[in-house]
């Protein structure tokens, strides 16, 4: 037991020892977490956590592992190693080395040692409350990633909770996705969720899904992933006791932009449609956006709004729901 908490502990203050040398020949020593969208994270003993501009970095080693990508798509394991000309790196692995230059890495993940130290997310909240037409808005969400040398996994969870007089309204969905990496940005994977809308007269819909999807844009400053999918759905609606079983193709187009100057910032849309294949003229869609922007460090104000829609709701039920929102999220890991 000492041994397993020991290996958690230790390693956040182990010697850190990665050097990120700058165009202007000042040298740093701490620790890479990750180069993301343009930005690389390094961590000292100084200044705590700092972002660096890649462009301005001349030379950057480490001895631990990491996920390296290319502007082909190309993911490479190993270390970090420098060589004698500027801006290149070598990522050294224990059968090869390959060299790169710096403009043509778009991201490098470290892929830490433990399982604690692999996990990644979110969380946020959010209340509103208008006092002419007595109007409570709640809003709760989150994420936790986990990430492995191949394999990812993504817990997430979002609610909302609406209540105007005598009148209370709740959407809810909660699912969790593993993904298995492949080679050139594709990835396969399958996907459990579970969600509830009273707008749209969902009492539960529980789904299965088994897609696949590939990152057709990844650069320092965006990304842009298309999915395919398979999946089969229960539903069961507010007031009835049928229950409803449907195949479904669902198609899934996901955008992001971020910047990291100061203050940083993100945009994330994701819009997927969902034609029925057991329902001859019923599909599904949605669509979300959120916007993201840092007030302190790790904490963002967020700006979020979804659509939902079916073509074929039940009796008295809205075709369609939407909503906006403003939340505070905290970051971790």
């Known amino acids: 037991m000492l041994i397993a908490l020991l290996s958690i502990v230790l390693p956040s203050y182990a010697a850190r020892t990665d050097v990120v040398i700058l165009r202007n020949g000042d040298h740093i020593t701490g620790e890479i977490r990750s180069l993301t969208y343009g930005k690389v994270e390094f961590k000292t003993d100084d200044m705590d956590r700092v972002y660096i501009e890649w462009e301005k970095i001349h030379h ?43 403009p043509d890495i778009v991201r490098i993940t470290w892929i830490k040692s433990s399982f604690i130290q692999r996990l990644k997310g979110d969380i946020s909240a959010g209340f509103s409350y208008t006092r002419a037409t007595r109007t409570a808005e709640f809003t709760l969400g989150g994420k936790t990633d986990y990430r492995g040398e191949k394999w990812r996994s993504n817990l997430n969870y979002s609610a909302y909770l ?43 819909r529980e789904s299965l899904t088994a897609s696949g999807s590939r990152f057709a844009v990844e650069t320092n400053s965006s990304t842009l992933n298309f ?75 967020v700006l979020g709004a979804y659509y939902d829609y079916d073509s074929n709701p039940p009796s008295g039920a809205a075709k369609d729901d939407y909503r906006f929102s403003t939340s505070i999220k905290w970051s971790f890991g």
Request: hydrophobic content about 35%; some cysteine; glycine content about 8%.
């Open 162 to 204: 609406t209540d105007q007089a005598e009148t209370r309204t709740s959407r809810f969905d909660v699912g969790y996705s593993i993904d298995r990496s492949l080679r050139r940005r594709w990835t396969v994977g399958a996907a459990l969720q579970a969600e509830h809308n009273e707008e749209l007269g969902l009492d539960l």
């Open 60 to 102: 950057i080693t480490s001895a631990n592992r990491f996920e390296t990508v290319d502007v082909n798509g190309i993911t490479r394991f190993g270390s970090i190693g420098r060589t004698e000309v500027p801006y290149e790196i070598v990522i050294i692995t224990p059968v090869a080395s390959d060299t790169l230059s710096l």
């Open 227 to 301: 999915s395919l999918g398979l999946g089969g759905t229960r539903e069961t609606y507010i007031g009835s006791d049928s229950v409803s079983y449907n195949l479904e193709l669902p198609i899934t187009v996901q955008y992001a932009r971020f910047t990291f100057h100061n203050p940083e910032s993100d945009i994330r849309l994701a819009g997927s449609i969902y034609p029925n294949l057991t329902t001859s003229g019923r599909y599904r869609a949605s669509v979300n956006c959120d916007f993201n922007y840092e007030v302190l460090k790790d904490l963002f104000i």
